[in-house]
């Protein structure tokens, strides 16, 4: 069937709610008006407010009564609006989320799942264009899930609910509108694996999430000039699977990673650091990464542009890296 990334995850808290009654959606406008970007939009007359609850404007109040909710046996889905608004719930999510389990000697797990958009490329400015997922990524005890395509937009929930740990789902802005074939079928997918979007043998293109479709535009690009790119696409950033990414540098002995998070301190740094320890004697180049500039992200279309992960770097880096220098 033809969907959008939006409706796939829609599809998504649908399916949820229908398996499970102990799974509701909580959020910041989540209810009459359908969300913030329009991912819960008729769900709130489906099923009703006691499901379907729109929260006051605190992000750490109603993440705390998530955590709350969680440990009494129910299964919430958290949105917050965007990734910056989690900064004020960033003492539940890294010291009560995260560590009660351990905390408590192993006796409280929290299953809760909490969405937020992330990323930039539609000129909302500095404030609302942040990628944090990377940070996240940092903290034990939470899962980290950073869905690319439709098929992982309406699988990873009911995956992500199953956990007894608390899961935190980066969907990125600009895929909301994306269209494509979901299969009739499309059900739960695992949370745990990389996925090869595109196999190649010259150079491995490592991203996830919102840079995906980019990556994938310089691959095809890259194939045109006689250069074959394997793209990885991570899935999950915590905890990463180590397998697939030394597994496709192993296979083609260069590496690209493209994240759109900030270059200092990122996950793209992370993944650089883990190639050359584990698999430094296959590499025929060094780990090359494509970031976002190393400034608060511009409002204007033009300078927006020009901070992020852009084909023509991914296609320059993989071509320098694979030795055919443009």
């Known amino acids: 069937m033809k969907s959008t990334y939006r409706e796939a995850m829609r599809a998504a808290i649908r399916d949820a709610l229908q398996r499970d009654d102990r799974v509701f959606l909580m959020g910041e406008d989540v209810g009459a008006y359908g969300g913030c970007f329009a991912v819960s939009l008729g769900l709130f007359e489906e099923f009703g407010p006691e499901r379907i609850r729109d929260t006051p404007l605190s992000e750490s109040g109603f993440v705390g009564a998530g955590i709350g909710a969680a ?45 937020m958009t992330t990323g930039a490329g539609r000129q909302l400015g500095a404030q609302h264009s942040h990628s944090l997922e990377g940070w996240y990524a940092h903290i034990p005890g939470l899962r980290i899930l950073a869905p690319a395509t439709l098929a992982d937009a309406r699988g990873m929930l009911w995956t992500a609910l199953e956990d007894p740990d608390p899961v935190l789902i980066f969907e990125h802005g600009t895929l909301y509108n994306v269209a494509g074939e979901l299969d009739d079928a499309a059900g739960p997918v695992d949370i745990d694996s990389a996925a090869i979007r595109r196999p190649g043998t010259d150079v491995s293109l490592i991203t996830y999430g919102g840079t995906l479709p980019a990556v994938l535009d310089a691959a095809e690009q890259l194939a045109a000039e006689g250069i074959s790119a394997e793209v990885l696409d991570l ?19 260069r590496a690209v990673v493209v994240d759109e998070g900030w270059r200092s301190g990122s996950l793209s740094a992370e993944l650089s650091a883990r190639i050359t320890e584990n698999a430094f004697f296959d590499l025929d180049a060094p780990v090359s990464r494509i970031c976002s500039a190393e400034a608060p992200l ?29």
């Open 235 to 253: 899935r999950v950033l915590r905890p990463l699977d180590d397998a697939a990414i030394l597994g496709t540098v192993a296979k083609t002995h």
């Open 71 to 115: 440990l009494g046996g129910m299964r919430p889905i958290v949105e917050i609006m965007t990734v910056n608004f989690s900064l004020l719930a960033l003492d539940q999510l890294v010291n009560n989320a995260a560590t009660l389990l351990h905390m408590s000697g192993g006796q409280f797990n929290v299953p809760i799942v909490i969405r």
């Open 298 to 326: 511009p409002y204007a279309k033009h300078l927006e542009l020009a901070a992020l992960p852009s084909v023509e770097r991914i296609v320059a880096a993989a071509r320098e890296v694979a030795g055919a220098r443009g």
